[in-house]
């Protein structure tokens, strides 16, 4: 089973700053087949990136993925406060699927 | 507009059972796999099972194996989750969720796009 570990923990910024989200995996990860999603408050996760740098539909150009093999990166250019979230980065290139345990981004 | 509606959550015993469904509209509900995932409270998100377009091939983490079957009845639009021998560490919130693609091919796993708002289940004496 592949384990993926995010870093940071908790990151705190504020809005307008550039956030960078880490995931690192055990293992390459098949085809860069890497998501990310994010979480808020109540709500289901939603995705994001999928294929390590492709962004889903309806999803703003301020949010970019990248990265291969075993490190990818979430990153949002400016933040916005409806970006205050949890995110979670996921495999989907080995069975099982797995998450990573999830950075919460915080308002500074 | 894909939509994902789950039911069927509630209080139960350790040791009993519960069927989850998940009604989706939006969508050619037959050409698509699709699993479940959970997430217990405070905690991050765990994938349960999937299962292919036309129910053939299912598969299951090994933390409910044995204990979960999903299926789906596709003239309905409505997959499901029968949970049996529930266990504490069961308890969680359930989301259903779309996959990209039939999930019929070789190296396939599953990707969740979009998620049901979820059902939760409880599982306490």
């Known amino acids: 089973e592949i384990v993926l570990t995010q870093s940071p923990g908790t990151l705190s910024l504020s809005p307008g700053e550039r956030a960078t989200l880490s995931c690192r995996a055990s293992?390459?990860?098949?085809?860069?087949?890497l998501a990310w999603y994010q979480q808020k408050p109540g709500q289901a996760p939603r995705l994001l990136i999928y294929?390590?740098?492709t962004r889903a539909t309806g999803i703003p150009d301020r949010f970019s993925g990248s990265g291969s093999g075993t490190d990818f990166t979430l990153t949002i250019s400016r933040l916005e406060p409806e970006d205050f979230a949890v995110y979670y980065c996921?495999?989907?290139?080995?069975?099982?699927?797995?998450f990573g345990q999830g950075t919460k981004l915080e308002i500074k | 507009e894909v939509q994902l509606l789950e039911s069927g959550g509630g209080l139960v015993q350790p040791g009993g059972s519960l069927r989850l469904s998940c009604a989706a509209s939006?969508?050619?509900?037959?050409?698509?796999?699709m699993s479940w995932v959970r997430q217990a409270p405070g905690k991050g998100l765990e994938w349960v099972s999937a299962?292919?377009?036309?129910?053939?091939?299912?598969s299951y983490a090994d933390s409910v194996k044995g204990r979960f079957t999903i299926s789906r009845d596709n003239s309905k639009n409505t997959l499901y989750l029968q949970m049996n021998s529930l266990r504490a560490e069961d308890t969680a919130v359930y989301y259903c969720?779309?996959?990209?693609?039939?999930?019929?091919?070789?190296?396939?796993?599953?990707?969740?796009?979009?998620w049901g708002q979820g059902t939760l289940v409880t599982v306490s004496s």
């Open positions: 969720a779309k996959d990209r693609s039939k999930g019929d091919t070789a190296g396939w796993y599953p990707r969740f796009d979009p």
């Open positions: 939006g969508f050619t509900f037959s050409s698509y796999a």
């Open positions: 299962i292919t377009y036309s129910g053939g091939t299912t």
């Open positions: 293992q390459s990860v098949s085809s860069s087949f």
């Open positions: 294929g390590a740098s």
């Open positions: 996921q495999q989907y290139g080995s069975s099982p699927a797995t």
